[in-house]
Each structure stands twice: as structure tokens, then as C-alpha cells.
């Protein structure tokens, strides 16, 4: 299957959406899921590309949250986790 991830807050909600990922591409080996950001953010908490990035990086950084980013950039470089960004979500 394919799913596609709105994103909206950063922080504990975006972490959630990456473990939630984490999951859904574990749980179905032949999946893709695609997280849909907002190009700029609107608000101060609104989720953008570099965000995701930031978030996985900062899961890489705890000792919970390592496999996850290692599964995630893994999943990246395969093509089955991605990050695409509209405006149709700031407009």
C-alpha cells in the first residue's frame, strides 16, 4: 500500500508522524509512505521538509529513537519514505 502523511505541528506531533511511518513500513514491507508538508510555514509550528529532517536527526541522537531514524533513512534511500512539499496546504 501507499500512504500519505499530512504533516502539520512540529515537535511531539511530528515525532508521532515519523513513528507512525516507522511503523506502517515495517508492518507492510512492500510500502511507501509519503509525508505531504507545507512549503513555509504559516504558523511558527507548521511542519516543512528541512523539519522532518531535523526530527530524524534529533531521533538518531536518543537512545530510543535510533533504530527508528536508522529505519527511516534506510527506507529513504530505498524510495519508500519521502517528503514532498505544496502550496495547496498554505494557501
Do not use: M
Not at 515525532?15 to 509519503?34: C, E, G, K, Q
Not at 537512545?63 to 498554505?90: E, I, M, P, W
Amino acid at each position: 500500500p501507499k500512504f500519505i502523511i499530512i504533516l502539520d505541528n512540529c515537535g511531539a506531533e511530528l515525532l508521532n508522524d515519523l513513528i507512525l511511518a516507522d511503523f506502517l513500513l515495517r508492518t507492510w514491507p512492500a510500502s511507501t509512505v509519503t509525508f505531504h508538508a507545507k512549503s513555509y510555514p504559516v504558523f511558527v509550528s507548521d511542519a516543512i521538509p528541512a523539519d522532518v529532517d531535523k526530527h530524524v536527526q534529533r531521533l538518531s541522537e536518543s537512545t530510543a529513537g535510533s533504530k527508528v531514524a536508522q529505519r527511516l533513512r534506510s527506507a529513504a534511500q530505498n524510495g519508500r519514505f519521502t517528503v514532498d512539499s505544496s502550496d495547496f496546504y498554505t494557501g
